[in-house]
């Protein structure tokens, strides 16, 4: 098992190193893979992207099918589903790294924005930690919040959905 100490530290190592984007380790049956984001990803983006782990699934055991290591499978809220009618015409703003999700500031600040709000590309919607840096996400669009689809203070993954917004 690997300690969050360890993976924490990996995660720092991968970040000051220019010539490492990928990092894959096995042991025990279980495997951690940590990967910077292209470049091509990063483009656009006005924050500082950090690296990230996306989850794992442990490796079967091969020797004793009785024992086997039991799958770790992560609780994670469901996100509110829009029409699919309606969800092709939408642009998705999405995470850029593993983080808390904040919708403001700081708890005595309102949101920066909330479903019906217009939008431009450099308006701020949120606010990613990670690694104890709190990131501004923008909209990268000109729109209207059509959905909120993270909750104040929710760990969010690499991708995921935060806000669909209807383009202008």
């Not at 983006?45 to 009785?66: D, E, G, L, V």
């Not at 669009?141 to 760990?155: D, F, K, P, T, W």
């Amino acid at each position: 098992m690997f300690k969050l100490s360890e993976i924490k530290e990996l995660i720092k190592l991968l970040d000051q190193t220019s010539s490492v984007h990928e990092l894959e380790i096995e042991s025990e049956g279980m495997k951690l893979a940590i990967r910077k984001p292209d470049r091509t990803e990063a483009e656009g983006m006005a924050i500082q992207a950090a690296p990230y782990a996306y989850p794992f699934t442990p490796a079967p055991q091969p020797h004793s099918p009785q024992h086997t290591a039991p799958a770790v499978a992560a609780e994670i809220p469901a996100a509110p589903q829009q029409p699919a009618s309606t969800e092709g015409a939408l642009h998705k703003i999405v995470s850029p790294m593993v983080g808390t999700f904040y919708t403001a500031a700081s708890p005595e600040t309102p949101s920066f924005v909330n479903v019906g709000d217009r939008v431009s590309e450099k308006s701020t919607v949120c606010i990613i930690e990670a690694m104890k840096l709190m990131n501004e996400l923008e909209a990268e669009v000109r729109g209207e919040i059509v959905s909120v689809l993270a909750e104040n203070g929710q760990l969010v993954e690499y991708g995921q959905p935060l806000f669909l917004v209807k383009p202008e």
